[in-house]
């Protein structure tokens, strides 16, 4: 993989079928190490709620993670 003009890279077209990522997808960016893992994320919004709010369950604590999440959500679209 080549890093592009204005630091763009290619996913390769192998690698996007075998994690199934598509154009417009969102990935999850992280350092680990010298090394830069891409993850895509969840489209399923049960399932994100279900890993920001995780057990036990808070009711104050769960409900600001909950509305940042949504807060931030809505930035990246």
């Known amino acids: ?3 592009g003009k ?3 890279l290619v996913i390769p077209a192998r690698i996007r079928k075998m994690v199934g990522v598509k154009e417009g997808d969102l990935l999850k960016i992280r350092v ?3 090394s830069i893992v891409l993850e895509p994320v969840s489209k399923d919004p049960f ?3 279900a890993e920001v709010i995780g057990e036990p369950y808070d009711e ?3 409900e600001k993670r909950a509305e940042k999440w949504m ?3 809505g930035r990246r679209h």
């Open 60 to 62: 104050e604590e769960d």
């Open 1 to 3: 993989m080549v890093v």
């Open 71 to 73: 807060r931030d959500a």
């Open 47 to 49: 399932r994100v709620l």
């Open 6 to 8: 204005k630091h763009v």
């Open 32 to 34: 680990e190490g010298r």
